[in-house]
């Protein structure tokens, strides 16, 4: 159980305090963790801290610290998980997440967390029922508090969907448009060692819903080839039973965008652009030269190339070029080669020297690169959808879907 | 800026000044708007109400104008409601007297007909935790409890876990478990299920302590009909309370295999959750059901394999971060059924230096014979790391393999490679390994020698590469053409070494050399004698002095001293023993697993008594007068510890949480106040001084300077009459001492010996033993166990010596068995303590 959660700014000052049980935590504790944080700028800090009284459990998410405290045991992802929870929610509610949008919605905030929390123990955390307990704060709202002069913020209903028996739908979904859009997002996972072998090549992927269906609508989704996939995780309203059997995803959808499925496909043959680094130093000098090309088009444009790499300690001067796109060393010397497309009459590559520091010859830490790219059209991993089909809806809903590939982490060292 | 409600800042009257003429002027502003009746008046409240909050979140304290909000408290706006029993839920305790003005309203709002109002008008009346206020909460909460919402039932099952808080007397008298019992048995709603679960889990463990009758109620929480029942609905369930039941499961004792098997079907897709705690619960579940049947837990890794990694994979850096963790551990206990998802376990750029330590250790773990290519391949790419940590982790753990392995010939040849990066810190790491290896593989000599026989002593700075290097040289000074002349030259800048260290192994090294090629050597020797002998460094100095004496007395004696023929090294000594081990793998999915220990080693000992809450945390009188006197006298000797101990260890013994048997959820000692006072800007040193030191505080200091001194010291004080032996009242012994001496000792006595029926039957949880030993002067050091097995560590000392008497008591209350084995520091007095032992086990639920 958690006995008290904080939220902090970036400069470690106490924007919401909310104490759970009654064993009250003096907030002389943030102090303490942030004096800590600061101790370890350099090195990331662990997640989960021992302070002098309290365990502390932090997640940390666009400028805001979500820290939990408990002097009891317990599941450290539990603590973990309903963090990112509370994270996840609140950007959902206030649009996005940062220090001035938590500041000026502090009210929201108390009321979201004594939703979702009582007495240390995680209690309503659906998104689709705290906003029936809980009303947004949206310009739509402002605009009919303004037109209508009612002031309340809140639905004054009570919060049926608690009881009902699919507690992540709420029982009436109005202005439903009638559509439903299944998305594939997958990332790629890549490593290539220094011999230029793809020593590891797997994806992640999450199937993405976005869903606007009145009544209680039945859906099944099913894969054209689902025996691909190595490992599923599914939101808890997909059912196991069709699954088990025949691979078929048959669920009642919450209102809204949700993840419906995360999988991971493992051991890809190929990755579909090639990145060649070739580093030779010699008298001081170290000669640098990437190739980056298409090695497995894919079908699709790929896009936002760009390759990144930290320039290694002890260069006194660099001097970078390519052949096609914008090479930039930043602040905290990584060079970022920026490609976009590649086109198609020649091959982009990048080349230049290092001079190393005063007797130095040789260069004995070698960068990696880190590779980002984008496909719009196409899972990589090769997973389609076979058919969505709807049931239980008054009339038949518009349905879409949508494939895109970008690169997770995807390193080549050197 | 978002478009968003008005910021609390902007709403403030632009000549508002900060701090106390704040509050005045919210005070001011409050009680206008109190008794108005214009229609937007609610509109205004809630502007200023907002600012009160705003102040209050900012940390200045307006609880002065506690009066005037609840004045304003009489609002039909929920919102308003909401920010006023926020803020009455904060200064309610501070404030008794005016709570009670609270109360009225609160209750009317319990009968409101919204049933939101109603729950969150409960709820803020169980949140105000002033104790003479719980007579008017009885009424509400049962009435509660019978609610046609379920959104009041299930806040009304936390408020009677709130209220046996605050008084558990009024909380057992109104019979309110007995109430929640029955609704978690039939409620239709799945959440107030969940919520009754948690409140007597929470009220019974608590309350065991002191009654039977709690006792057993826990133990029907964990039998059949009641895990089965939450079970079969646990798709009905909220993520966060299917945690909770699945918690309750892993603690359930299934009677045959069919009920584990009929548990894992009905478990199965748990594992597919999209939440990882899920995950991790049922994977808690499946492990320890299945751990008296050897081939099904290994097919339960095998099945358990695929989500951990995923969800490694998938999740943000934190939650990544436990689930390797987790995942570190089961490497460590099966590292062959990993051996072929090794590359999940390689390294990535973006990682941080925390999660690649924890990869390499499981790389270095599942090596085997047809991974070990691939993994070592891997690991020496990271030797060229930017991250020079890793760097060094990832040479130990090339190193690490090659002990591990037969075939050592592919790596020895990559070791060697490494000395070639020509980096010193690279070179430094290699040097130790290489120097370990030669430890284990004398046969590979010849080709490491000629490789670090090419290394000039000038470029290694690192104490630990250097002494490596010069240990070969001495042992190997036959092979190595130059290695007396090297010697010498390091011998010549003897005054510059820093390292005591390097210049012991400097000593020993030319001592070596002398005795295989003397004439080169005999100059050197006698300039590193002399060196020696002139050394500041004790040990240095000591260690010259004795290599002098021996020559001196006979050269061949101080051959066979120096350069006796040596056996390779089979097994290097673990770190940690396999019974922590153990331990840790029990307390799977708890923070004992992130920490890497179990948790009787960070937190504190079970035997403290029940955790009270402290009413006021800011009250800095440490002396609460603790109930039992054994237990005052304990903190006493807590805090000497304290003083004695290093600042790390300090904090860890500091560190108050509950122990890893998470049945017992406050489960923290009474002195929570001490550690608390200590965030109060008070130093733990002061903290100390305040108590009373006492006899046990000159017993202590006594017992310390004699171990200080490693005197054995004889029993010459002994008592009087030798045949009965007395304990001390209060002996004191750390964990950490306490496993060392169990490593060290022999077992003096193993036996087996009965408890009495009604001591047996009384055994409910390991608490009430404990407490049963302490009156006997034995205490305990860590227990641990489900029904029908406990498992105790106690220890004793013998009165007026420093002799422990260390026991492993393993009790089953089904049989009234007890398994003992003594070891004793004095093994002639071990009979005598294990009669007393016995007799004060035997008289156990007697009294």
Redesign the interface.
């Known amino acids: 159980m958690l006995q008290c959660v904080f939220l902090l700014s970036d400069s470690g000052e106490v924007m919401v305090e909310k104490q759970m049980t009654a064993h009250r935590v003096d907030r002389a504790i943030c102090g303490w963790f942030w004096e800590y944080v600061l101790a370890h700028a350099a090195g990331d800090p662990s997640k989960v801290v021992v302070s002098p009284t309290h365990y502390l459990f932090q997640v940390y998410r666009h400028g805001v610290t979500f820290l939990a405290c408990t002097q009891v045991e317990m599941p450290p992802l539990m603590a973990i998980e309903f963090l990112s929870r509370v994270a996840d929610v609140l950007t959902d509610y206030l649009g996005d997440l940062n220090e001035d949008i938590i500041k000026d919605n502090f009210v929201i905030v108390y009321q979201i967390l004594d939703e979702m929390m009582d007495n240390g123990f995680p209690l309503t955390t659906e998104p689709n029922i705290l906003k029936e307990m809980i009303a947004q704060p949206n310009i739509v709202s402002k605009m009919l508090n303004v037109v209508t002069g009612k002031s309340s913020a809140i639905g004054n209903k009570l919060p049926d969907a608690t009881a009902s028996f699919v507690h992540w739908r709420t029982t009436v979904v109005k202005d439903a448009s009638n559509e439903a859009y299944v998305s594939i997002v997958e990332e790629l996972d890549a490593c290539v060692n220094r011999e230029g072998v793809l020593v590891k090549c797997e994806a992640c992927g999450d199937i993405v819903v976005n869903s606007s269906l009145p009544g209680v609508p039945e859906l099944t989704l099913s894969f054209a080839n689902p025996t691909i996939i190595n490992d599923v995780r599914f939101h808890p309203c997909v059912r196991f039973r069709p699954w088990e059997s025949s691979q078929i995803l048959s669920f009642v959808p919450p209102d809204g965008q949700f993840k419906l499925m995360s999988y991971r496909v493992k051991k890809l043959k190929t990755t579909p652009i090639y990145v060649k680094p070739q580093l030779s130093s010699d008298l001081g000098n170290c000669r640098v030269n990437v190739m980056v090309g298409i090695r497995n088009d894919p079908g699709k444009p790929i896009d936002s190339i760009t390759v990144q790499f930290q320039l290694p300690p002890l260069i006194a001067s660099a001097d970078l070029t390519a052949n096609h796109g914008t090479v930039d060393i930043l602040a905290d010397q990584t060079c970022l080669w920026t490609i976009g497309h590649i086109p198609k009459d020649k091959a982009p590559s990048l080349s230049g020297n290092l001079r190393l520091e005063e007797g130095l010859a040789h260069l004995h830490v070698f960068p990696t690169f880190q590779v980002k790219f984008r496909i719009m059209g196409v899972a990589l991993s090769g997973l389609q959808i076979d058919r969505l089909e709807v049931k239980n809806t008054p009339s038949a809903p518009y349905k879409g879907f949508r494939a895109q590939t970008q690169a997770g982490r995807y390193e080549v060292r050197s | 800026?978002?478009?968003?409600?008005?910021?609390?800042a902007k709403s403030a009257s632009p000549s508002q000044p900060s701090g106390k003429s704040e509050v005045s002027d919210l005070k001011q502003q409050l009680r206008q708007l109190a008794g108005s009746r214009a229609p937007d008046a609610?509109?205004q409240r809630?502007d200023v109400f907002?600012r009160v909050?705003?102040c209050m979140?900012?940390?200045i304290d307006v609880s002065a104008a506690f009066g005037e909000m609840v004045l304003c408290s009489a609002t039909s706006?929920?919102?308003l409601k909401?920010?006023c029993y926020?803020y009455v839920?904060?200064h309610a305790r501070a404030h008794p007297d005016l709570a009670l003005l609270t109360i009225n309203f609160l209750q009317r709002d319990c009968r409101d007909q919204?049933?939101?109002i109603r729950g969150l008008a409960l709820?803020s009346l169980c949140s105000l935790?002033v104790p003479n206020l719980v007579e008017y909460l009885v009424a509400p909460l049962t009435t509660g409890l019978k609610d046609p919402?379920?959104?009041v039932r299930?806040?009304a099952s936390?408020g009677a876990?709130?209220l046996y808080?605050?008084s558990t007397t009024t909380c057992l008298d109104a019979d309110l478990p007995a109430a929640l019992k029955a609704l978690m048995l039939s409620d239709?709603?799945?959440?107030v299920v969940a919520?009754c679960l948690?409140s007597l889990l929470e009220i019974w463990t608590l309350e065991a302590a002191n009654s039977e009758a709690a006792a057993r109620e826990i133990e029907t929480l964990y039998s059949k009909p009641v895990v089965f029942y939450l079970l079969n609905r646990i798709?009905?369930f909220?993520?966060?309370a299917q945690?909770?039941v699945l918690?309750l499961a892993s603690k359930f004792l299934p009677s045959d295999n069919n009920e584990i098997f009929d548990i894992m079907n009905l478990l199965?897709?748990r594992l597919?959750?999209?939440?990882?705690?899920v995950?991790?619960?049922t994977i808690k579940v499946f492990l320890h059901l299945t751990m008296s049947m050897t081939d099904v837990h290994q097919q339960v890794y095998e099945r358990i394999k695929?989500?951990l990694?995923?969800?490694v994979?998938?999740g943000?850096?934190?939650?990544s971060?436990?689930?390797l963790?987790h995942l570190h551990l089961l490497v460590m206990r099966a590292p062959m059924l990993f051996s072929s998802d090794y590359?999940s376990f390689?390294c990535?750029?973006?990682d941080?230096?925390?999660v690649k330590k924890l990869k390499l250790e499981m790389l270095t773990a599942i090596a085997n014979e047809s991974n070990t290519y691939?993994i070592v391949?891997?690991l020496c790419?990271y030797a060229?790391?930017?991250d020079v940590p890793i760097a060094r982790e990832s040479i130990r753990a090339v190193g690490k393999i090659a002990l591990q392995q037969y075939d050592v010939n592919a790596i020895v040849d990559r070791l060697l490679q490494f000395l070639e990066?020509?980096?010193d810190y690279v070179t430094a790491e290699t040097l130790v390994l290489v120097k370990d290896l030669l430890r284990k593989y004398p046969q590979w000599s010849h080709d490491c020698i000629a490789v670090v026989g090419n290394i000039s002593s000038q470029n290694i700075q690192e104490p630990k590469g250097k002494a490596a290097l010069i240990w070969m040289l001495g042992e190997y000074s036959q092979d190595m053409h130059d290695a007396p002349y090297i010697l010498e030259s390091l011998v010549d800048n003897w005054d510059e070494e820093q390292s005591p260290e390097v210049r012991l192994h400097l000593l020993t090294a030319v001592m070596k050399c002398f005795f295989k090629r003397p004439p080169e050597t005999q100059k050197a020797l006698g300039a590193t004698l002399a060196a020696g002998l002139a050394d500041t460094h004790q040990d240095v100095h000591d260690r010259a002095l004795f290599y002098y004496r021996l020559l001196q007395h006979d050269p061949a004696v101080a051959e066979r001293v120096v350069n006796p023929p040596k056996q390779a090294v089979s097994v290097f000594a673990d770190t940690q023993s396999s019974e922590i081990k153990d331990r840790i793998f029990d307390?799977f999915?708890?923070?004992?697993?992130?920490?890497q220990k179990p948790?009787y080693m960070?937190?504190d000992k079970e035997h403290r008594g029940t955790f009270e809450?402290s009413e006021d945390?800011?009250n800095l009188t440490v002396g609460v007068e603790a109930p039992e006197t054994v237990i005052s006298a304990q903190r006493y000797q807590e805090n000497d510890n304290d003083l004695l101990l290093s600042t790390s260890d300090k904090?860890?013994n500091?560190?108050?949480?509950?122990?890893?048997s998470?049945t017992s959820?406050?489960?923290?000692p009474p002195d929570?106040t001490g550690?608390?006072s200590?965030?109060?800007s008070q130093t733990p040193t002061e903290t100390a001084l305040i108590n009373p030191g006492g006899p046990t505080y000159s017993a202590q200091t006594n017992f310390s300077l004699d171990d200080l001194l490693g005197l054995g010291v004889p029993d010459t004080p002994a008592p009087p009459s030798p045949p009965a032996l007395t304990l001390n009242s209060k002996p004191v012994l750390d964990p950490g001492t306490f496993q060392k001496k169990w490593g060290q000792l022999a077992l003096s006595l193993s036996q087996e010996c009965s408890l009495s029926p009604q001591g047996a039957a009384s055994l409910m949880n390991p608490q009430s033993l404990i407490r049963h030993m302490q009156s006997n002067y034995i205490q305990c050091i860590a227990s641990g166990g489900q029904p029908p097995n406990y498992k105790f560590f106690f220890y004793g000392q013998k009165d007026g010596a420093t002799a422990f008497y260390l026991v492993e008591c393993i009790v089953n209350t089904a049989s009234a068995k007890a398994q003992l084995k003594i070891k004793a520091d004095d093994g002639t007095t071990a009979q005598s303590f294990s009669t007393l032992f016995q007799s004060a086990l035997s008289k156990f639920g007697l009294s």
């Open positions: 800026m978002a478009p968003t409600a008005p910021s609390p609610d509109d809630r907002k909050i705003s979140t900012a940390g706006d929920v919102v909401k920010m926020l839920g904060v919204d049933p939101t709820r935790r919402s379920a959104y299930m806040v936390v876990a709130k808080h605050i239709s709603d799945a959440q919520n948690h798709k009905e909220s993520e966060w945690c909770h918690e199965e897709d597919q959750h999209a939440n990882g705690a995950v991790l619960a695929a989500p990694l995923t969800l994979g998938a943000s850096p934190e939650q971060y436990s689930v963790c590359k390689y990535q750029f973006s941080p230096s925390y691939e391949t891997e790419e060229g790391n930017v990066m020509d980096k307390e999915n708890s923070l004992s697993v992130v920490y948790s960070f937190t809450y945390l800011t904090e860890d500091v560190t108050r949480a509950s122990n890893g998470s959820t406050y489960n923290a929570l550690p608390s200590l965030l109060s």
